[in-house]
């Protein structure tokens, strides 16, 4: 079975999905359209509002993973999501220089 998180989901719409998650064995979820920053966010939002969720931190797992989550979005998501979400946030190429010291990325030591 596939899950599939498009733009505009709403609350209820989400929370069917992760009550789909919980009952099934076999079940991917994946992201499928353009998101925009906006509805990025918002998905984030439906996520954590259903913390502690694994449907939930893996919804989280594939906005970290979204190309286009913008850095804000990204610190939200180290911040308030678990040990996947914050990996997946950490494997990203284009981190700025706070959340690659978050990360460990960088020496925060002087130089």
Request: hydrophobic share 45%; aromatic share 6%; charged share 25%.
């Amino acid at each position: 079975m596939k899950i599939v998180l498009m733009p505009n989901l709403s609350a209820n719409g989400f929370a069917r999905l992760a009550d789909t998650w919980n009952n099934e064995v076999f079940v991917r979820v994946e992201l499928a359209g353009a998101f925009s920053e906006a509805e990025l966010a918002q998905l984030a939002a439906q996520a954590i509002a259903l913390e502690p969720d694994d449907f939930a931190n893996v919804a989280l797992e594939l906005i970290a993973r979204y190309p286009a989550a913008p850095a804000e979005l990204l610190h939200r998501l180290y911040r308030q999501g678990d040990d996947e979400v914050r990996e997946a946030v950490c494997q990203r190429e284009d981190l700025d220089d706070e959340l690659r010291m978050m990360c460990g990325l960088t020496d925060s030591r002087p130089s």
